[in-house]
């Protein structure tokens, strides 16, 4: 129970949260904007020591290096503070000559759990099954309830990257899964993580396909034919032309299986 206490939790996909021992961390230190960014960029390299001068010209941009550096060690005091970090007591933030890091035995996070999922996904060297990799997409589905946290004021390069690097990789995952599901004919799953994947990426032709093909396989081909129609409204008015022709070979081969199975009825 005392290490319960002791453990802090944050979490970055759908906003910055902060917690300890299951509790919202609400302490006024957090409202001070760089001690939260510091904090998500210190849970986004998972443990690694990342130097201070990065950290202060991440942060601090337009500063002088010395100035940024200053900055950088008042917000690393005011971010201790918020942890609740002590001089006799738990440590969770680590330094190692210049570099600095969270302290990963007392501070988790959703990017960590969801990284070693699509990890063991993606690498595809764990020697899992079929169902036991689905089941590990459905979980980093229930860990990305949202993109990455970034910052609304002077957002360092640095997070806008790792959004669009986590929201590929869960994508990514989804795609794996469905194709898993598919093989499986575990529709009921492959529909799941094909919608999640459209409600990120829903202008990606590989994820439209395979839409398409999940709703095929659950006779829904008037699906298949909306998404078809709205993805070629969205590539004309963003001047990209027509869909690529494996999605129009895959919609014409669909469609008239729709056709043969009208007139027989």
Same mark, same amino acid.
């Given at each position: ?9 944050? *979490? ?23 001690? /939260? ?32 550096? /200053? *900055? ?18 738990? *440590? ?34 764990n020697g899992a ?9 459905l979980k980093a ?51 799941w993580m094909v ?71």
């Open positions: 129970q005392e290490l319960d206490e002791e453990q802090v939790r944050i *979490n970055l996909f759908g906003g910055f949260r902060a917690e300890r021992g299951g509790h919202v961390m609400v302490d006024e230190l957090w409202k001070r904007k760089k001690a /939260s960014v510091l904090a998500a960029r210190l849970v986004l390299a998972e443990g690694s020591f990342v130097p201070r001068d990065v950290l202060a010209g991440e942060l601090w941009p337009g500063l002088a290096p010395e100035r940024a550096k /200053s *900055n950088l060690y008042t917000t690393l005091s005011t971010l201790r503070g918020a942890l609740g970090q002590r001089q006799m007591g738990v *440590n969770y933030l680590v330094t190692q000559g210049e570099g600095v890091a969270i302290n990963v035995e007392y501070i988790s996070s959703d990017i960590m759990v969801f990284n070693a999922l699509t990890r063991q996904v993606l690498l595809r060297r099954s079929a169902p036991q990799l689905i089941e590990l997409c589905e229930q860990v990305y309830v949202g993109p990455l946290y970034v910052p609304d004021r002077n957002t360092p390069r640095f997070f806008v990257n790792m959004r669009r690097v986590l929201q590929a990789k869960f994508v990514d995952c989804m795609m794996r899964g469905v194709e898993l599901a598919i093989d499986e004919e575990n529709t009921g799953a492959a529909i919608e999640a994947a459209l409600r990120y990426e829903p202008r990606r032709e590989d994820v439209v396909r395979a839409a398409m093909r999940v709703y095929d396989l659950d006779g829904r081909r008037r699906e298949v034919e909306e998404l078809f129609m709205r993805h070629g409204v969205y590539l004309r008015e963003h001047g990209g032309g027509l869909p690529e022709p494996e999605t129009r070979a895959l919609y014409e081969r669909i469609m008239q299986r729709k056709r043969r199975h009208g007139s027989v009825s």
